[in-house]
């Protein structure tokens, strides 16, 4: 058995918990200037709790959390629908060049044309890849790419007399998406996907109206398919002046190979830390452009780049925009990091992403459907999705595999999602992994499956080499300790 997941093993106190009163970590000359006292009204009324620690206590403490993290970077996770891949180093060599780490937001357009140039080259090289016209690169994640699209979408439909009233979302979306709709205002309608686990042009025209004001689709979807009625589908939703979202999360199977625009999509986000390489999940930066069609262009939000005979500048004034959706130019870092990966791929580079991420979502697909039921039998794109009803018949489900997936030193992928699979199992591997580091994983799930049938209760109690045991996923969730208790402190 491999374990080497040895984040999953760490478990560190917090900084309160090792702190001792008078202990600390500094020492400062004595000033010589004389002290000033706060007004009155702005002084505290208690000494503010703060932690006392040497410096060596708090360099081991922060080098132990860094080591008790389970990421990319130490093993494989086959998150299936967010694209765990590797981050290249270059990018992050590039995105910490002076000229970028330490420029200002509020610096003049002439003292910062390099950072506007490549906002204005990888605007360019996404329109490109997806198939658009414009892109905003504003929103900082996928589902703020999402929100900023469907707001497009309401300043369209209300600029041409009625905003409208639903938005349809077929069942195999991504889970974010009728949260999306109803933030906007909108009536998320949801759509049945068919019996192969892709969205029928025929349910679609059955549910289009002119009360519609779009549709948002996955493509590929979160089957791991390619909605193969997808100009149908996008036909039907503009013949009822509709438009059409693109939640373009799974950009990963499509790289040179389709273009979400040439299919009719209007309006599409695309995540950079999916995709393109930048760093993924822990709550940010990230970066969620958004692209569009010329017919959305004028409702991009505000500040835009754009270029003039003597350069490029950042223009402001456009009267039908939504309006800002984040702080100057997004999280302009990650942007580097997907320009960076963009030039060094090329077309032809990121064409082979998209080949190797689906020929090894096959593979996993091929190594596993004898020990894992496979709800749909058409070909993969990107990822899989298994489901666990070969080991229900031995009282083991979908939890019981993801929790003893970890004793062999893996993360869990996505489970129960999509919702439209019981059990559901979705595995991811990306194009950055290699044919051994797939074969170790499917190797455990195979040796997981054999464990099922024979001895279901060693799966049912994992895992057991992780710090924590099972957890009561339930409580975990609705009784959350975000607040350090002092009652008993020393």
Same mark, same amino acid.
């Given at each position: 058995?491999?374990?080497?997941?040895?984040?999953?093993?760490?478990?560190?106190?917090?900084?309160?918990?090792?702190?001792?009163?008078?202990?600390?970590?500094?020492?400062?000359?004595?000033?010589?200037?004389?002290?000033?006292?706060?007004?009155?009204?702005?002084?505290?009324?208690?000494?503010?709790?703060?932690?006392?620690?040497?410096?060596?206590?708090?360099?081991?403490?922060?080098?132990?959390?860094?080591?008790?993290?389970?990421?990319?970077?130490?093993?494989?996770?086959?998150?299936?629908?967010?694209?765990?891949?590797?981050?290249?180093?270059?990018?992050?060599?590039?995105?910490?060049?002076?000229?970028?780490?330490?420029?200002?937001?509020?610096?003049?357009?002439?003292?910062?044309?390099?950072?506007?140039?490549?906002?204005?080259?990888?605007?360019?090289?996404?329109?490109?890849?997806?198939?658009?016209?414009?892109?905003?690169?504003?929103?900082?994640?996928?589902?703020?790419?999402?929100?900023?699209?469907?707001?497009?979408?309401?300043?369209?439909?209300?600029?041409?007399?009625?905003?409208?009233?639903?938005?349809? $979302?077929?069942?195999?979306?991504?889970? !974010?998406? %009728?949260?999306?709709?109803?933030?906007? &205002?909108?009536?998320? #309608?949801? @759509? +049945?996907?068919?019996?192969?686990?892709?969205?029928?042009?025929?349910?679609?025209?059955?549910?289009?109206?002119?009360?519609?004001?779009?549709?948002?689709?996955?493509?590929?979807?979160?089957?791991?398919?390619?909605?193969?009625?997808?100009?149908?589908?996008?036909?039907?939703?503009?013949?009822?002046?509709?438009?059409?979202?693109?939640?373009?999360?799974?950009?990963?199977?499509?790289?040179?190979?389709?273009?979400?625009?040439?299919?009719?999509?209007?309006?599409?986000? $695309?995540?950079?830390?999916?995709?393109? !390489?930048? %760093?993924?999940?822990?709550?940010?930066? &990230?970066?969620?452009? #958004?692209? @569009? +069609?010329?017919?959305?262009?004028?409702?991009?939000?505000?500040?835009?780049?754009?270029?003039?005979?003597n350069g490029f500048a950042v223009e402001h004034n456009r009267p039908q925009s939504v309006?800002?959706?984040?702080?100057?130019?997004?999280?302009?870092?990650?942007?580097?990091?997907?320009?960076?990966?963009?030039?060094?791929?090329?077309?032809?580079?990121?064409?082979?992403?998209?080949?190797?991420?689906?020929?090894?979502?096959?593979?996993?697909?091929?190594?596993?459907?004898?020990?894992?039921?496979?709800?749909?039998? !058409?070909?993969?794109?990107?990822?899989?999705?298994?489901?666990?009803?070969f080991q229900k018949e031995n009282g083991v489900t979908t939890i019981d595999v993801?929790?003893?997936?970890?004793?062999?030193?893996?993360?869990?992928?996505?489970?129960?999602?999509?919702?439209?699979?019981?059990?559901?199992?979705?595995?991811?591997?990306?194009?950055?992994?290699?044919?051994?580091?797939?074969?170790?994983?499917?190797?455990?799930?195979?040796?997981?499956?054999?464990?099922?049938?024979?001895?279901?209760?060693?799966?049912?109690?994992?895992?057991?080499?992780?710090?924590?045991?099972?957890?009561?996923?339930?409580?975990?969730?609705?009784?959350?300790?975000?607040?350090?208790?002092?009652?008993?402190?020393?």
């Open positions: 058995m491999s374990t080497g997941g040895r984040g999953f093993q760490f478990q560190e106190p917090l900084l309160f918990e090792i702190s001792r009163e008078g202990r600390q970590g500094f020492s400062l000359p004595s000033s010589t200037k004389p002290r000033r006292e706060p007004p009155e009204a702005l002084r505290r009324l208690n000494d503010p709790r703060l932690p006392e620690l040497s410096e060596p206590d708090v360099v081991r403490h922060f080098t132990r959390l860094s080591q008790w993290n389970f990421s990319i970077d130490t093993n494989f996770y086959p998150l299936g629908s967010c694209t765990m891949k590797h981050n290249p180093r270059v990018n992050e060599e590039v995105a910490r060049y002076t000229g970028f780490a330490h420029v200002h937001p509020y610096q003049p357009d002439e003292t910062v044309q390099g950072c506007l140039a490549l906002m204005h080259a990888l605007e360019r090289y996404l329109a490109e890849i997806s198939g658009m016209d414009a892109v905003t690169l504003q929103p900082a994640a996928g589902a703020h790419g999402e929100l900023t699209g469907i707001l497009l979408i309401r300043a369209f439909q209300t600029a041409t007399g009625n905003p409208r009233r639903k938005i349809l $979302i077929p069942d195999s979306a991504h889970g !974010t998406n %009728p949260a999306t709709a109803s933030m906007v &205002g909108y009536e998320a #309608v949801p @759509v +049945k996907t068919g019996r192969e686990g892709r969205t029928l042009a025929s349910v679609i025209a059955q549910e289009m109206n002119e009360d519609v004001a779009g549709l948002m689709i996955t493509n590929p979807n979160t089957l791991g398919l390619y909605e193969t009625e997808i100009r149908d589908i996008c036909d039907i939703v503009h013949s009822k002046g509709g438009l059409v979202y693109g939640d373009g999360a799974n950009m990963n199977a499509l790289l040179s190979k389709a273009r979400p625009g040439d299919a009719g999509i209007d309006v599409l986000h $695309i995540n950079l830390h999916k995709t393109f !390489t930048t %760093p993924h999940g822990g709550g940010g930066p &990230g970066a969620g452009p #958004v692209a @569009v +069609k010329k017919t959305l262009e004028p409702y991009l939000p505000v500040p835009r780049v754009v270029q003039k005979e309006g800002r959706v984040k702080s100057f130019f997004g999280n302009f870092g990650m942007l580097v990091r997907a320009y960076t990966y963009i030039r060094e791929m090329g077309p032809e580079g990121l064409k082979r992403v998209t080949e190797l991420a689906v020929l090894n979502a096959n593979y996993v697909r091929a190594r596993l459907k004898d020990s894992y039921h496979l709800p749909f039998e !058409t070909g993969q794109m990107h990822e899989v999705v298994f489901s666990d009803k993801a929790k003893r997936l970890m004793d062999y030193g893996f993360a869990p992928p996505t489970i129960y999602f999509p919702l439209v699979v019981f059990g559901a199992i979705m595995i991811e591997p990306t194009e950055t992994e290699s044919k051994e580091t797939l074969d170790r994983f499917c190797d455990a799930m195979i040796a997981i499956a054999e464990e099922a049938k024979k001895d279901p209760e060693l799966l049912r109690k994992a895992p057991y080499q992780t710090k924590l045991r099972r957890l009561d996923e339930a409580k975990a969730a609705r009784e959350l300790k975000l607040r350090f208790d002092f009652t008993n402190k020393r």
